[in-house]
């Protein structure tokens, strides 16, 4: 797989020696983007599942009808923030696969 980091440190050595380039973040400096996705999406997985526990504790008798709405809208919510993102994320890898090399 191709790595930036190291095709930069192997131009810069053919051209003479010149001073390494250093990473602009360091790996253990915070999570990566696979990890905030994953992060991401998993806090959209627990407002469905938080709702879902609301309609369920509301047809038992349980909770309030505003609760059960609150927590379908706060749902409903995060579920079109992640697929605004995904879509935003899709165009972007397409304008880069279009980009001439």
């Known amino acids: 797989m191709f790595n930036p980091m190291q095709a930069a440190k192997a131009y810069a050595?053919?051209?003479g020696g010149a001073a390494p380039i250093?990473?602009?973040r360091e790996q253990d400096?915070?999570?990566d983007f696979a990890q905030m996705v994953n992060g991401a999406m998993n806090a959209v997985v627990d407002t469905g599942k938080r709702a879902e526990s609301q309609v369920i504790a509301h047809a038992n008798g349980k909770a309030e009808l505003v609760d059960?709405?609150?927590a379908l809208a706060s749902a409903q919510q995060s579920l079109e923030t992640a697929m605004a993102v995904r879509d935003q994320v899709i165009s972007a890898y397409?304008?880069?696969m279009q980009?001439?090399?």
């Open 94 to 96: 397409k304008e880069i």
């Open 99 to 101: 980009m001439a090399i």
């Open 29 to 31: 400096e915070g999570p």
């Open 22 to 24: 250093k990473p602009m």
């Open 68 to 70: 059960v709405v609150t």
């Open 13 to 15: 050595q053919i051209q």
